[in-house]
């Protein structure tokens, strides 16, 4: 999961999946603030100020970066329709507890708030807000 799309005066979060491979792409302006060196995580410091963490998978971090690929670097400006990063789902799956998709939203800009709209999602679908 983990499409971005920015509207006007939101940042929304929406579900992406296709197939074995889950495509994890950025659809509002953004800078890489980190990308952990076994590439299963990375933060991202969206252009209101406000801070994401992408963290891909249960215990991916032992994975040591196999079964991702990622498409960005610490710095890079990302801007709508970036690829972030790939993920072999049936290689996470085999290796891995889950391959769920956690997003922290590790700092909030000064007067957004945020809004999560709940139940099962398909692709394309949005889960949060940050208005």
């Not at 992406?16 to 659809?27: P, Y």
């Not at 963290?55 to 400006?77: A, S, W």
């Not at 997003?103 to 398909?122: M, P, Y």
């Amino acid at each position: 999961m983990g499409l971005f799309n920015r509207g006007k005066k939101t940042i929304e979060l929406q579900a992406i999946c296709q197939g074995e491979v889950k495509d994890i792409i950025e659809a509002s302006d953004a800078t890489i603030a980190m990308v952990f060196p076994t590439k299963h995580a990375m933060g991202l410091k969206l252009k209101d100020g406000s801070e994401l963490l992408l963290h891909f998978g249960i215990d991916t971090v032992n994975l040591n970066g196999e079964g991702f690929t990622v498409c960005v670097k610490e710095g890079d400006q990302i801007k709508a329709g970036d690829a972030l990063w790939h993920a072999d789902l049936a290689y996470i799956k085999e290796h891995a507890p889950s391959e769920a998709m956690m997003i922290v939203v590790t700092s909030l800009a000064d007067g957004k708030t945020l809004k999560k709209v709940l139940g099962n999602k398909k692709t394309g679908e949005k889960f949060l807000e940050i208005r």
